[in-house]
Every structure is written in structure tokens, then in C-alpha cells.
């Protein structure tokens, strides 16, 4: 790791100052930057910054399988050339191991987790759309298991700002969910919900790819007797074939060769395209103008925008 990117990792976490709004940036480095997520990036950031907030980063390397080595960095020089300066330490989920295994011990001792050691092969030979549940009264297993949380059968809705009311059924969805996969890993949704209270997250603005996820997220800090933030779920910039960039669909990094170009290309795909005379300018200038004229409420309802 580059040391001047070495940043302290907190213990604890100060809740938001000013204006008490705190958001966030969490990326997974499990590839470069590409303009989906750095558009992703830019607004979490404006809107943080249009509100008074905070703004903060999250580097979620818990799943080191899929980790891209180097990727953290290159992510954070990015956000550093883009001027996209953010506050406190960036923490990084690697170092929130122990968090993550007492609140899943918590859940199981409470009865609201289970160990469940179905296969992934298994199943999928079953057909299952969503866990069926097969461990939820098994005692006995035999070989690694995972930690799922019950999920009840109740209806639930939350209201999202940009897309609006949002409703989903966990059990139809996905069943009992995994928080503690097979191999010993956290979960995403267990690090990623726990973190978010943690950092004291009070507006979650990610793509809307994750829309999906939130129920999750929500029914464990409902658990676990956690504050839930307000979330505003942004189109993600899709290819010609309508598929999420990312790096399955191959996406490129970014080239931060010419800063400001990026940040205008960002600003473009959030609605915001650079007026002439701002043509060329240090992206700081861009993100100051931005937080003039720019409103994420124009996004609303919007679920896709093509890359060009
Ligand atoms: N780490 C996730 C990703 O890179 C984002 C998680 C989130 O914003 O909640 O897709």
C-alpha cells in the first residue's frame, strides 16, 4: 500500500459534524475505477457537500478472492487527482474482521441466525430461486458451513429518494440470507449494513443495482437495533448492450490523465454538462460550480443512463 494512502484507522468513528449529514464512498477493489463508478462517486460527493456534510470512503476488500491487487490504491489516486477530497481516515473493511464475526455470534446466539451447510451446487440441482430453508432446523452438519439470517414472510417498504417506494418480500426474494459465507468471509450485506451504522451513515447514495440489497441491509440493522440512513439509489451508466458497467462487462478504468475532462465527463452523465467557459477547469472548480447547479433530484426515477 502507498504509504502516504496508509491513512490511521479509527476505533471509533465520530458521528457527522455541521450539518449531522454523513455520506459515502464504497467501492470494492476488485478492479479500476470506471466512469459507472466514478459517477457514482461524484454524486455521493456533491450531494454530501451541497448538504454541509460529510463525506466519507469505505474501501470494502472482504472478499480477497476477487480482490485486484493494487486496486485500492489506484481507486484512491484517482479520488485524489479528481480533487474529490474526502473526510477522515478511509476505512477499510479488512480491519473490521472482529466487528463482523461478534455481531454475526450475536445473531446466532440470539436464535435469529443459523448454520447452514448447503452447497452452492447444491442448490442450484434443487432449482431453488431463493434458500428453501433446509438448515433452518438441522442440529447436525457436517463439513464448512455458512451463517444465515431468518428472514420473515412480512411484506416490508421503505421509500427511496430517488426511485421512490420500494417494496419487498426477503423471504420470496431470497429466503434466509448469508452473512457469514462458507469459506469463514463476512457477507457483504452483514459488513456493509453494520458499517453504515459504524461510520454513522445517515444518506446512503449508491447505484441503483444495489436497490435490491437494501432489504437486506435494513432487516439486519433492524436486528441488530441499528440506525437506518435515507437512501437515494442513482441510474447506473450502462453499455450499448444495456448492461452495467463493470468489470464482468468489461469496463475500462479511468484515465486520469486529464482530470478535468473526467470530472466533466462524469458531470455530463449526472445531468450537469460543463458550460463552455468551464471548459478545461480544475475539477475543484467543477465540483464548486456543480454544487451550485447541480441537483440529484434531476435523477429521480431514472434507473439507466447510456455511456457514450
Ligand atoms: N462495494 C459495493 C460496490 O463496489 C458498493 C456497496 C455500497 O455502496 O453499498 O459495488
Same mark, same amino acid.
Given at each position: 500500500?502507498?504509504?502516504?494512502?496508509?491513512?490511521?484507522?479509527?476505533?471509533?468513528?465520530?458521528?457527522?459534524?455541521?450539518?449531522?449529514?454523513?455520506?459515502?464512498?464504497?467501492?470494492?477493489?476488485?478492479?479500476?475505477?470506471?466512469?459507472?463508478?466514478?459517477?457514482?462517486?461524484?454524486?455521493?460527493?456533491?450531494?454530501?457537500?451541497?448538504?454541509?456534510?460529510?463525506?466519507?470512503?469505505?474501501?470494502?476488500?472482504?472478499?480477497?478472492?476477487?480482490?485486484?491487487?493494487?486496486?485500492?490504491?489506484?481507486?484512491?489516486?484517482?479520488?485524489?487527482?479528481?480533487?474529490?477530497?474526502?473526510?477522515?481516515?478511509?476505512?477499510?473493511?479488512?480491519?473490521?474482521?472482529?466487528?463482523?464475526?461478534?455481531?454475526?455470534?450475536?445473531?446466532?446466539?440470539?436464535?435469529?441466525?443459523?448454520?447452514?451447510?448447503?452447497?452452492?451446487?447444491?442448490? %442450484?440441482?434443487? #432449482?431453488?430461486?431463493? =434458500?428453501?430453508?433446509?438448515?433452518?432446523?438441522? @442440529? /447436525?452438519?457436517? &463439513?464448512? *458451513?455458512?451463517?444465515?439470517?431468518?428472514?420473515?414472510?412480512?411484506?416490508?417498504?421503505?421509500?427511496?429518494?430517488?426511485?421512490?417506494?420500494?417494496?419487498?418480500?426477503?423471504?420470496?426474494?431470497?429466503?434466509?440470507?448469508?452473512?457469514? %459465507?462458507?469459506? #469463514?468471509?463476512?457477507? =457483504?450485506?452483514?459488513?456493509?449494513?453494520?458499517? @453504515? /451504522?459504524?461510520? &454513522?451513515? *445517515?444518506?446512503?447514495?449508491?447505484?441503483?443495482?444495489?436497490?435490491?440489497?437494501?432489504?437486506?441491509?435494513?432487516?439486519?440493522?433492524?436486528?441488530?437495533?441499528?440506525?437506518?440512513?435515507?437512501?437515494?439509489?442513482?441510474?447506473?451508466?450502462?453499455?450499448?448492450?444495456?448492461?452495467?458497467?463493470?468489470?464482468?462487462?468489461?469496463?475500462?478504468?479511468?484515465?486520469? &490523465?486529464?482530470?478535468?475532462?473526467?470530472?466533466?465527463?462524469?458531470?455530463?452523465?449526472?445531468?450537469?454538462?460543463?458550460?463552455?467557459?468551464?471548459?478545461?477547469?480544475?475539477?475543484?472548480?467543477?465540483?464548486?460550480?456543480?454544487?451550485?447547479?447541480?441537483?440529484?433530484?434531476?435523477?429521480?426515477?431514472?434507473?439507466?443512463?447510456?455511456?457514450?
Amino acid at each position: 500500500m502507498r504509504p502516504d494512502l496508509q491513512r490511521r484507522i479509527p476505533t471509533a468513528q465520530a458521528p457527522g459534524q455541521g450539518s449531522g449529514y454523513v455520506g459515502r464512498f464504497a467501492p470494492s477493489p476488485t478492479g479500476p475505477l470506471h466512469i459507472g463508478s466514478l459517477t457514482t462517486a461524484v454524486a455521493s460527493y456533491l450531494h454530501a457537500r451541497q448538504a454541509g456534510g460529510e463525506w466519507l470512503v469505505r474501501i470494502e476488500d472482504i472478499d480477497p478472492p476477487r480482490e485486484v491487487a493494487g486496486a485500492s490504491d489506484r481507486i484512491l489516486t484517482a479520488l485524489e487527482a479528481l480533487e474529490l477530497h474526502w473526510d477522515r481516515t478511509v476505512l477499510y473493511q479488512s480491519s473490521r474482521l472482529e466487528a463482523y464475526t461478534q455481531a454475526a455470534r450475536e445473531l446466532f446466539d440470539a436464535g435469529l441466525a443459523y448454520q447452514c451447510s448447503c452447497s452452492r451446487s447444491q442448490l %442450484r440441482a434443487e #432449482g431453488a430461486k431463493r =434458500y428453501p430453508g433446509s438448515c433452518r432446523t438441522r @442440529d /447436525a452438519h457436517s &463439513g464448512p *458451513t455458512a451463517l444465515r439470517v431468518r428472514v420473515d414472510d412480512a411484506g416490508k417498504s421503505f421509500v427511496d429518494n430517488l426511485q421512490g417506494i420500494v417494496r419487498s418480500t426477503l423471504y420470496e426474494s431470497t429466503g434466509d440470507f448469508v452473512i457469514v %459465507r462458507r469459506d #469463514g468471509l463476512p457477507a =457483504y450485506h452483514l459488513a456493509s449494513a453494520l458499517d @453504515d /451504522a459504524f461510520q &454513522g451513515v *445517515t444518506t446512503i447514495v449508491r447505484g441503483v443495482d444495489l436497490l435490491d440489497t437494501t432489504a437486506a441491509h435494513r432487516h439486519l440493522r433492524k436486528l441488530l437495533n441499528l440506525q437506518d440512513p435515507h437512501y437515494l439509489h442513482l441510474p447506473v451508466v450502462v453499455n450499448a448492450r444495456d448492461q452495467k458497467l463493470s468489470k464482468q462487462t468489461g469496463a475500462r478504468g479511468v484515465d486520469i &490523465g486529464i482530470p478535468a475532462e473526467l470530472a466533466a465527463s462524469a458531470l455530463g452523465y449526472l445531468g450537469a454538462p460543463v458550460p463552455e467557459e468551464l471548459r478545461g477547469a480544475r475539477p475543484a472548480q467543477l465540483w464548486k460550480w456543480a454544487r451550485r447547479y447541480w441537483s440529484i433530484e434531476s435523477l429521480k426515477g431514472i434507473r439507466s443512463i447510456r455511456e457514450h
